[in-house]
């Protein structure tokens, strides 16, 4: 459960978002200079680079080297972790507050228990 929260906290996707951005421009920079016949500019390489981290790969620019491919992977395993993050996220957020309610019926009804327990005893003693 700890393990839960952790990974869907909010300072999880923050770190996961900044990474990810670093991951953009990094591979950017990189597509520019393996490819740089299809990426002759650093905002034809951050296009590429935030087209294909966001899976959607419009294939206008795409990368005919090895190295270039091999980035290319890099930079679509890092789009999917980073949405799975963010779907995980909002996921645990909407139901954080279900849970909430819960948690506070569940107290609440110990908080009973535990009054009827002490006035048994008291009755027994």
């Keep these: 459960m700890q393990r839960e929260r952790a ?3 909010g300072t999880a ?3 996961a978002a900044l990474v990810t951005f670093f991951v953009v421009v990094i591979a950017a920079a990189a597509e ?3 490819d740089s016949e299809k990426s002759p500019s650093i905002w034809d ?3 590429w680079a935030v087209v294909t ?3 959607v790969g419009y294939s206008d620019i795409a990368p005919h080297s090895t190295g270039g491919k091999i980035i ?4 679509m395993l890092f ?3 980073f949405l799975s993050i963010l779907t995980a996220t909002i996921a645990s957020t909407s139901s954080r507050s279900e849970r909430r309610e819960e948690t506070e019926a569940i107290l609440a009804a110990l908080t009973r228990l535990e009054s009827e327990v002490s006035e048994l005893r008291q009755r027994l003693e």
């Design 7 to 9: 990974l869907t906290s």
């Design 53 to 55: 981290v966001t899976t």
């Design 45 to 47: 390489g951050i296009w």
């Design 32 to 34: 520019t200079v393996v």
């Design 72 to 75: 290319a992977v890099f930079v």
């Design 13 to 15: 996707f923050r770190v």
């Design 79 to 81: 789009g999917i972790g």
